[in-house]
């Protein structure tokens, strides 16, 4: 009897501090990489971490309206609760420190001091723009770009004045979704509720509309260092990329099918790309642009079901992302 309760808490222990899934727990043509994860004990979807190094990993909670961070090396967190309910929807931290995350719910952009424990809401201009979801910041730091799904619009904040700046998508009901910066300084969004992606000139705030195959619902973008855009296909299930130079686009059936519902995505320092199917488990793939062929299909442990954003980080060489099984992952897809 005894034996029977050591090791149902052992159990217990491992669901709550970590899970690690080995690299032969199942076979696959592809090959496997090693994911690790960390169950936030409060829940409320864990999602969309922003890794600021090894021991910082910053997140938010959807549901449970709080701000949360994790130290993987010691698995301890750190939780702020947003009393106003906004439904944070993702976040992004500067390099001073400060977290920018999007109230969903609430029609604003929030800033978290950390050292102060200060909140500061930055109102969007216009009702219409009621929804929040992406941030990035440009590849100097300079301005937040940001997607609103529902209100229909791309904007940008300047943090110093806090002004924001709106461009409305010419497509009604498009539901701008994810949002990347290109090296040539060109926004690219995924507009979820067509076949289309947008582009933004930076300077001049011009937005173009690129159209993919018929069904595409693009829902996050990944661009790599030769500037390539690559999307998930979510409603058909593929992995597709798109060459603005000569607007080539070419697609690949992603392993799990035309119903694997391909959500989160990344690109990594040697410009693989990294996305993750939907399901239970959800399986962590990931593609060789340079070769065109998937490299690895990983199962997520703690089935993971849905990965809505991910983030790349250099120092640990991992992808880390957050699922709705309530943990936070980091995928390690490098040396």
């Known amino acids: 009897m005894w034996m029977r309760f050591l090791v149902a808490g052992l159990i217990f222990l491992a669901l709550i501090f970590v899970v690690n899934v080995p690299a032969a727990q199942a076979a696959d043509p592809f090959g496997q990489i090693e994911i690790r ?22 997140f938010v909670g959807q549901v449970g309206d709080y701000i949360g961070r994790l130290d993987p090396q010691t698995g301890a967190f750190f939780k702020r609760d947003l009393d106003d309910e906004p439904g944070p929807h993702n976040l992004i931290v500067g390099a001073d420190g400060i977290v920018w995350y999007a109230g969903n719910l609430d029609g604003y952009i929030g800033r978290y001091d950390p050292d102060t424990d200060q909140i500061e809401r930055i ?24 997607t609103v799904q529902n209100g229909n619009f791309v904007g940008r904040l300047d943090p110093e004045t806090r002004d924001v700046r709106l461009i ?38 011009e937005l173009r509309e690129h159209l993919l195959p018929d069904g595409a619902r693009p829902r996050r973008i990944g661009v790599t260092d030769q500037g390539h855009v690559f999307y998930t296909g979510y409603a058909r299930g593929v992995l597709g990329r798109i060459n603005p130079a000569n607007g080539q686009i070419d697609e690949w059936p992603m392993p799990g099918g035309k119903n694997s519902r391909p959500y989160g995505m990344a690109v990594d320092h040697e410009n693989r790309v990294w996305a993750v199917e939907g399901g239970r488990p959800a399986m962590f793939v990931g593609f060789d642009p340079e070769q065109e062929k ?35 992952g980091q995928a390690h897809v490098g040396q």
């Open 168 to 205: 409305a998508v010419p497509t009604s009901r498009a539901r701008p979704y994810g949002i990347k910066q290109a090296p040539d300084g060109t926004l690219w969004v995924a507009l979820l509720g067509t076949n289309k992606l947008a582009s933004i000139d930076p300077e001049t705030f």
């Open 294 to 328: 998937y490299i690895s299909n990983t199962p997520i442990g703690s089935g993971g079901v849905t990965v809505r954003h991910m983030d790349f980080n250099l120092e640990t060489k991992s992808v880390w992302f957050g699922s709705d099984a309530g943990t936070i």
């Open 123 to 146: 109102n969007m201009p216009d009702a219409a723009a009621r929804d929040p979801h992406t941030l990035i910041f440009d590849a100097q730091n300079r301005f937040i770009w940001f």
């Open 37 to 58: 994860e960390w169950t936030v004990d409060y829940g409320g979807l864990p999602r969309d971490p922003d890794a600021v190094s090894a021991d910082e990993i910053w």
